[in-house]
T-cell receptor
Framework: EDKVVQSPLSLVVHEGDTVTLNCSYEVTNFRSLLWYKQEKKAPTFLFMLTSSGIEKKSGRLSSILDKKELFSILNITATQTGDSAIYLC???????????FGKGTRLSVIA | NAGVTQTPKFQVLKTGQSMTLQCAQDMNHEYMSWYRQDPGMGLRLIHY???????DQGEVPNGYNVSRSTTEDFPLRLLSAAPSQTSVYFC?????????????FGEGSWLTVV
């Protein structure tokens, strides 16, 4: 059974802290791993990772994939209260199967 | 630019009632799917469709029906609502496959079954 596991499930940090969110996966016919940010409504796309060791970066957010150890991390530096959200990791599998999502990490950034 | 439109946004149902959550997309996407999201559970796939006339079950299909008579529409039917179906429902579509970074989500439908 395809599975995506995120940790921690929730996290509270102070503004300015750096956080690392984890995602491990066991999926057959892996194609890519995706990260989404979800605030009050629908998830919004952050990163798609297909190759090991290549960091994707967008502002204070970055992510990397390790296909040998089957995990990915999402880093957020100098956190701000606007980073408070649920961060979802999803496995993308070859063929027609839709994304397999993890349970998400709820990040709360307090001033 | 409508994208993926879900209706209704909020609904309260009594146990045993039936209802349909509507989902429409105007991007001519082949792939559509329905997810439910419960607190601490991420997104779980209910049903999906790879094109008009073709549907398949996801992880949690029990108590739900779908049909795909047109490319644009993918309604989700609750046959006999139960409190366990209280959740947020998201419809999604993508152009050429069922996932990837080109997936578009609707705004969500908040359903409470009492």
């Amino acid at each position: 059974e395809d599975k995506v596991v995120q940790s921690p499930l929730s996290l509270v940090v102070h503004e300015g802290d750096t956080v690392t969110l984890n995602c491990s996966y066991e999926v057959t016919n892996f194609r890519s791993l995706l990260w989404y940010k979800q605030e009050k409504k629908a998830p919004t796309f952050l990163f798609m990772l297909t190759s090991s060791g290549i960091e994707k970066k967008s502002g204070r957010l970055s992510s990397i994939l390790d296909k040998k150890e089957l995990f990915s991390i999402l880093n957020i530096t100098a956190t701000q209260t606007g980073d408070s959200a649920i961060y979802l990791c999803a496995g993308d599998i070859s063929g027609n199967t839709p994304l397999v999502f993890g349970k998400g990490t709820r990040l709360s950034v307090i001033a | 630019n409508a994208g993926v439109t879900q209706t209704p946004k909020f609904q309260v149902l009594k146990t045993g009632q039936s209802m349909t959550l509507q989902c429409a997309q105007d991007m001519n996407h082949e792939y559509m799917s329905w997810y439910r999201q419960d607190p601490g559970m991420g997104l779980r796939l209910i049903h999906y469709s790879v094109g008009a006339g073709i549907t398949d079950q996801g992880e949690v299909p029990n108590g739900y029906n779908v049909s795909r008579s047109t490319t644009e529409d993918f309604p989700l039917r609750l046959l006999s609502a139960a409190p366990s179906q209280t959740s947020v429902y998201f419809c999604a579509s993508s152009p050429d496959r069922a996932g990837g970074n080109t997936i578009y989500f609707g705004e969500g439908s908040w359903l409470t079954v009492v």
